[in-house]
C-alpha cells in the first residue's frame, strides 16, 4: 500500500472585519513579511507537506504581489462566503492530485504564529494514531455561563472545555464529504473539527502553544510580532 501524503490547505479569503484595517488582516505587514506569509510557509516547511492550497478572494491583487503565493508548491482556489465554503473550494482544487486517504492540514490565514514543533506535533499523533485531530489549548480560567442579560447562571466544569486552533488534521476524503454534507443540512460549520464531529468521526486534541494566536482585533499584531521574534531566537 503508498503511503498516504500530506496536503496544506489555507483559508485566505476573509474580509477581517473585526481587524478594521484598510486591507484584509492576512495582508497586514508583520515581522518582515505579511500574516498570510508566515501562515503559508509554516506548512511549506513541513518536510512532509507536499502543497498548499490557499483559498483567496476573487481578483485579489494583494496575493499576486506576494512572490511566496507564486511558488511552485502553492495552488490557489477562490475562496467563498464563508470559512467553510473557501476551505471546501481549496479541497475540490487539490482533487486531482490527493487520495482519498491522504491528510490535509488546514491552517488559518490568520494564525502567523504556529510553530513548526507543534505542526510536527500534531503530524506525528495523527499518523501514530490515524484519527483526525486539532491544535488546541485547555481553558485556564475559570468559566462562566452568562445568560441574554448578562448574569452569569452557572460556573462550568473547565477540564472540558479546551479552544481550538489550526492546524486541524484530517483525511482528505472524510474531511470533503463531512463537509459537503454538513452544509447541506444547515450546520454552524466554523472549523474543520465541528464537520467532522457532526459526521460522527472522533476527533481528538493535540496540547498546542498560546503563542499560535489567531489575528481577529486590533492590538493582536503587536502580540504576534511578540511571539514571532521569541520563536525565531
Ligand atoms: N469567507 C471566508 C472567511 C474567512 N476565511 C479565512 O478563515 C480564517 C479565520 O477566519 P476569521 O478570523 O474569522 O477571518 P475573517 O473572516 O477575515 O475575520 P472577520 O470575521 O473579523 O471578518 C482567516 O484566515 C480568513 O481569511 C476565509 O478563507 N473565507
Ligand atoms: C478555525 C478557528 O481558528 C478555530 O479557532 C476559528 O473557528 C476561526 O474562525 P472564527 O470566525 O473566529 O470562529
Known sequence: MTKARLWGVVPAAGVGQRMGAA??????????ATVIEHSVQALLDHPR???????LQANDERAARLPL?????????????????SVLSALSALQKFAYDEDWVLVHDAARPCVSAADI?????????????????????DTLKQVDVEGRVTTTVDRQQFWRAQTPQMFRFAELRSALQRALAQGQLITDEASAMEWA?????VVEGSASNIKI???????????????IAQ
Open 69 to 85: 503565493l507564486s511558488n511552485p508548491r502553492v495552488l490557489r482556489a477562490q475562496g467563498g462566503a464563508e470559512r467553510c465554503d
Open 49 to 55: 507537506i507536499e502543497r498548499v492550497v490557499v483559498a
Open 200 to 204: 460522527g468521526y472522533p476527533v481528538q
Open 216 to 230: 481577529t482585533r486590533p492590538g493582536d499584531l503587536e502580540l504576534a510580532d511578540y511571539y514571532l521574534q521569541q
Open 23 to 32: 486591507c484584509p488582516k492576512q495582508y497586514l505587514p508583520l515581522a518582515g
Open 120 to 140: 510536527a506535533a500534531l503530524v506525528a499523533r495523527t499518523l501514530e494514531s490515524g484519527l483526525g485531530a486539532v491544535l488546541a489549548q485547555p481553558v485556564l
